[in-house]
């Protein structure tokens, strides 16, 4: 029997203190599409990232044909045959579509002479192969993301790649284009390539991968044949265990409506026509996938892409949030999902962090008072619990959770009337991760209205009075806080209620 | 076509200017000052070029007007001292890319932007040459002028090489692998070290080529006049940044080439003289030539806003 | 801290090696204390730029126009009193107004078009200087001043150099800004992460403005003192200025990365480049030869790159680190 393309065995590898993969096993062979499933955050994108030698894993072995791949560094991965398509291209957006594809195909010594019909008879062959009708002599950034997308594979293609990845291929693709893909990846099985699938569109797994592996929690739960599943029973998979962990109770009786959302859309990041209320002292949910419009959706509540049609009503008053300021300034607060770049700035003190956004209520005069930042910023590390050497730490030497907190106490600061978490428990320890819960709580019974993004289920489901479910920039859904995980699974992935239940 | 827009816009441009030329001050269009401003220009071009394949890594080089002085004074003494102009020529060429190596060294081995560096190289390069020379000129004999041809042949031969090396490298840059890695490098560093390509290397060699390039320029400096300033490259930098920019060469790199270059640098190198035949006094050339490359960065980034 | 110790130690070594005692037993030399009141007449403009550099390098930008903006606001300010009969106040406000424009030019074109900041000001860099000798035709300089405005630059008031107190007054403005008020911490937010700073609800955009505008109002300042010590305003003035400042602003610890800098860095920075040039100038060795510019020229662009070389070190090797402890030599397997 030959060996299998791929085998991956006891897998394991942690980013600081949170452990991603826990031991993963997965096989590919070869002339197969395998199916990997798993909610956001289950470790699908570190394995991927292993198997293109990007990161290195913490333990466990890499088999290649039957070989031991050690030290897999992107170029080995490439040479090896593992070639992968991400959702987001990093191609080069100044050059052509055909140098694009040369430069990831052609070796050579630098004074070799580059043969531009030959390039361009290349890109258009592979690009004929999956069906692109693109042309070779395009510049890349003028091509749509779809469009990239195909580039990526013919990329793939052309490399000869024994393996290919392929990280949700058709999230932004059209129905036509989607087409012509599975058409491509039935090709690449025909001729012998084993083909990971990465996707959450259920039905698609199910017309075209063989075999698939649902991954829980950096682990793998179970490998099966597709034709011995069905909707319900890989959505069971997903989800698992019921929603386990304890969350602290409601307290809170919803008052009146803080944000009203009507029809509110926004063209330049997708968002469509949400309709939305958060009351004060309510914890609204948003759940939906990667890329659903969760984020897209705060960014235009924040003022960053202004939305530019429907209302949104603040206390019954219209408002127009043009600029983070006007946003601040109207008591809308929002810690953003990407801590490290958005959330905290890591080289500045915590103090200096907390104080960012209230700089015109705290230093009158815009002269800086020490006295009054000092005791803020004390307070609240009290109050939060945030463990750090001083209040005059950088921020880049707190841990995750802790960086949470900062960028949470800069916001409380403000005294706002509608609180945006994005991600708030992402990356981020056990112990932190409920101590984040509680404080949720507590602002959640003083009276805020907290719209909590986040796209860990049980966090969502046990956390939220409401929850939205977004699906493809629109609000699809809003169920009952405490509502069944398979439901709000159902409803992000876009299946009907029957083939959840 | 819309590819070349940019590079087409300047050849416009240039056209415009011309047939204002044509029309307002026909005594422009002379055979003999045309030439002179040629081979006035040679030198500027061959640095232009090197200009422009710095600019198109994401990499600035400001030290080139020191490089050009020091390179032309040494060079200089030696051809006075009878060195034959053959062996002069390669130790020309060396030693600005020595000079540059040392920039390269420093931007890609130590990762120093670029602007910073190149600024400390150009005054410790100006003034230590100030510090050995003292503003002496340098006498050349007359073998050397113009190759010991008559001025004319000289002067052709002059314009000529610079076409001819502004050829080669227009070239190379499109049809070489190496001239790609500029490219690959100056789009995206990361994207290039992911494709196979080693950034930091191609970084350093890009500026030991614009030295190099500066110091055949030197060369094509001490043998137009009887004497070798050491202050000849003075504004050089300038006046190829602006060339380079105005010919369509994105500053934020990856994009452009050297014929937008060398359309870029005719446009401004008819500011002079075009002044002089307008009867405008020269002394707005400076400022004229501060607009013009405002007016190119402008253009370009109300045109990339509209992109976006 | 360490720029003091070598400021120090570079004026300690002037002081004994540049100071001697004529045949007439009088001291000359680096020594004196009218050589120290040189030392600080002459590093009154550059110490200036200095000064406008500071916020704007910490908000990670550049400004390479300001010493071309000065030469315009020195011919602009003489224009406006000789050639407009205007009386010397009014004439230095409409100057120092002229600055401020010049900066809002800058800032226009970096904030509102997102173009980088060293492409603009290396345009206006040569659009400022080329309106100077444009406005002069290359000739003309503006003399005979009044007394009265002379005494700013050339003369000594409650002790020290009159345009000294000028130049604390902005230095402790600029100080006080930069440490002591919210634009500060706004600037530094702006350099170390302009979207961190966005996200925070920082009008980012209005700041980095504000730094902009500010350089060309202290240049704009920097021109009228440099009038007042030469006693005329000519097209060239402030000629490489720029470099000069650039290199204070980095000797004295500010990060040309953004968000890390200080004005008192500053000052020693600028500090350390006058005592070098006039303490070079007042060796007998390079007075034999005559090059005291240029040599300190020389030690001032290769004090920049050790400066430098000596801020990325440290990451450098903190990288290289790193990316051996990432890498382990085998898989363990277990």
């Not at chain 1, 470790?43 to 290195?56: C, F, M, N, R, W």
């Not at chain 1, 949470?408 to 708030?424: F, H, N, Q, S, Y």
């Not at chain 3, 390079?286 to 801020?311: I, K, W, Y």
């Amino acid at each position: 029997m030959t060996p299998p393309l791929l085998e991956l065995r006891r897998l394991t590898k942690s980013f600081g203190g949170a452990r991603a993969l826990r031991g993963v096993d997965f096989d590919l062979k070869a002339g197969e599409v395998h199916a990997l499933l798993g909610e956001n955050g289950a470790g699908k994108s570190t394995l991927i990232k292993i198997v293109t030698g990007a990161h290195q894993p913490d333990g466990g072995t890499i088999m290649v044909g039957g070989e031991l791949a050690e030290d897999l560094t992107p170029a080995a991965a490439q040479a090896l045959g593992i070639a992968c398509v991400y959702q987001q291209p990093a191609l080069f957006p100044d050059l052509s579509v055909a140098e694009n594809i040369a430069l990831r195909l052609e070796r050579g010594g630098v004074l070799r002479t580059v043969g531009w019909r030959a390039r361009h008879g290349c890109a258009r062959d592979l690009l004929q192969r999956i069906g692109a009708e693109i042309d070779p002599a395009t510049e890349v950034r003028s091509l749509s993301m779809p469009e990239q997308q195909l580039v990526e594979i013919a990329c793939a293609l052309g490399s000869g790649a024994r393996i290919v990845i392929m990280d949700e291929p058709t999230a932004s693709l059209t129905h036509k284009e989607q087409h012509l893909l599975f058409t491509v990846v039935r090709e690449l099985r025909k001729s012998g390539v084993g083909v990971i699938y990465i996707s959450h569109r259920l039905e698609e797994i199910f017309a075209l991968a063989d075999r698939v592996t649902v991954l829980r929690d950096g682990e793998s739960v179970g490998t099966h044949p597709v034709s011995s599943m069905n909707e319900a029973g890989l959505i069971r998979m997903m989800v698992g265990r019921e929603v386990a962990q304890i969350y602290p109770p409601s307290e809170s009786a919803p008052g009146e409506v803080v944000l009203a959302l009507r029809d509110v859309g926004c063209a330049a990041s997708g968002v469509r026509g949400v309709t939305l209320d958060v009351r004060a002292g309510e914890v609204v949910g948003l759940a939906g996938l990667v890329g659903a419009g969760r984020t897209e959706l705060a960014r235009v509540l924040f003022g960053l892409t202004p939305a530019d049609s429907g209302e949104i009503s603040l206390n019954g008053q219209r408002v127009t949030l043009r600029s983070p300021g006007e946003a601040v300034a109207q008591g809308i607060a929002y810690v953003p999902e990407d801590r490290r770049r958005h959330g905290v700035v890591l080289e500045m003190p915590i103090a200096h962090n907390m104080t960012m956004a209230v700089h015109g209520q705290l230093f009158r005069g815009a002269w800086l008072r020490f006295g009054a930042e000092r005791s803020l910023t004390l307070d609240y590390i009290r109050d939060l619990a945030v463990k750090c050497s001083g209040p005059f730490a950088p921020g880049g030497s707190l841990s995750g959770g802790n960086q949470q907190k900062v960028s949470l106490a800069r916001w409380l600061a403000t005294k706002p009337k509608v609180l945006i978490l994005d991600e708030p428990t992402q990356g981020v320890d056990v112990g932190a991760k409920s101590e984040i819960h509680k404080i949720v709580r507590r602002l959640a019974k003083e009276g805020l209205a907290v719209l909590l993004i986040s796209s860990d289920l049980p966090e969502v489901i046990g956390m939220s009075d409401r929850i939205g479910v977004m699906r493809g920039g629109a609000l699809t859904a809003v169920l009952p806080g405490g509502a069944d995980a398979h439901a709000v699974m159902a409803a992000a992935l876009g299946t009907t209620e029957r083939g959840a239940a | 076509m819309s590819r070349y827009f940019r590079e087409l816009s300047v050849v416009g441009a240039l056209a415009v200017a011309l047939i204002a030329m044509a029309v307002f001050a026909p005594a422009f269009f002379q055979p003999q000052p045309l030439l002179s401003l040629a081979t006035r220009e040679a030198p500027t071009l061959v640095v232009a070029c090197g200009m422009a394949l710095v600019i198109i890594c994401r990499q600035i080089d400001i030290s080139v007007g020191s490089m050009f002085s020091v390179v032309s004074v040494c060079t200089g003494i030696l051809a006075a001292r009878g060195w034959p102009l053959l062996l002069v020529l390669p130790i020309a060429a060396g030693l600005g890319a020595a000079l540059g190596a040392l920039n390269g060294a420093l931007v890609a081995g130590l990762r120093l932007p670029s602007i910073v560096v190149t600024l400390a190289t150009m005054v410790a390069l100006r003034q230590g040459l100030n510090l050995v020379r003292q503003g002496e000129f340098v006498n050349m004999p007359d073998t050397v002028q113009w190759f010991g041809l008559p001025q004319a042949t000289g002067q052709w031969v002059l314009v000529i090489c610079a076409l001819a090396l502004l050829a080669a490298l227009g070239l190379g840059l499109r049809h070489l692998a190496a001239g790609r890695f500029v490219y690959a490098v100056g789009t995206d560093a990361e994207a290039a070290r992911l494709a196979g390509i080693r950034p930091q290397l191609v970084t350093f060699g890009v500026f030991v080529f614009i030295g190099a390039l500066t110091g055949l320029a030197a060369m094509m400096n001490i043998v137009q006049s009887p004497q070798v300033q050491p202050l000849s490259g003075m504004g050089l930098e300038l006046k190829v940044i602006a060339a380079v920019v105005v010919g369509g060469v994105a500053i934020s790199g990856g994009r452009g080439n050297l014929w937008g270059a060398f359309a870029g640098l005719l446009l401004l190198a008819c500011v002079a003289p075009a002044l002089t035949h307008l009867r405008i006094e020269a002394y707005w050339e400076k400022a004229i030539q501060g607009a013009i490359i405002l007016l190119a960065v402008v253009a370009d980034g109300l045109r990339e806003r509209r992109q976006a | 801290m360490l720029l003091l110790y070598v400021l120090i130690a570079e004026w300690l070594f002037f002081y004994f090696a540049g100071t001697t005692v004529n045949r007439r037993g009088v001291t000359v030399g680096f020594g004196t204390l009218d050589r120290q009141f040189d030392i600080l007449r002459h590093s009154c403009e550059i110490g200036l730029l200095a000064l406008a550099l500071t916020p704007v390098i910490i908000t990670a930008g550049i400004d390479l126009s300001v010493g071309s903006l000065l030469g315009l606001c020195a011919i602009l300010f003489g224009k406006f009193w000789h050639d407009g009969g205007l009386p010397i106040p009014i004439a230095a406000t409409l100057a120092l107004g002229c600055g401020a424009l010049g900066g809002a030019l800058n800032a226009a074109l970096i904030t509102a078009l997102r173009l980088p900041p060293l492409i603009v000001t290396l345009g206006t860099y040569s659009l400022f200087r080329g309106l100077a000798e444009a406005i002069t035709r290359g000739s003309v300089t503006y003399t005979n001043f009044p007394e009265g405005f002379l005494f700013i630059g050339q003369e000594r008031w409650l002790g020290l150099p009159a345009q000294a107190w000028l130049f604390f007054a902005v230095a402790i403005g600029v100080w006080v800004l930069v440490h002591r008020m919210t634009f500060g911490r706004s600037f530094r937010a702006i350099g170390f992460s302009p979207e961190g700073a966005r996200y925070a609800g920082l009008p980012v955009d209005r700041h980095i403005a504000l730094a902009y505008i500010l350089a060309g109002l202290i240049a704009a300042l920097a021109a009228i003192i440099y009038t007042a010590r030469l006693g005329q305003a000519k097209a060239d003035a402030g000629t490489g200025y720029e470099l000069f400042a650039i290199t204070a602003v980095v000797l004295g610890g500010t990060s040309i990365f953004g968000g890390r800098g200080s004005v008192t860095g500053t000052l020693l920075g600028v500090a350390a480049i006058a005592v070098l040039k006039s303490g070079l100038a007042s060796l007998p060795v390079v007075m034999r030869m005559n090059a005291a510019e240029e040599m300190s020229g020389v030690l001032t662009g290769a004090l920049l790159l050790l400066a430098l070389t000596a801020g990325v070190l440290p990451r450098l090797w903190s990288q290289r680190r790193a990316r051996h402890a990432a890498v382990p030599k085998t898989l363990p397997t277990s």
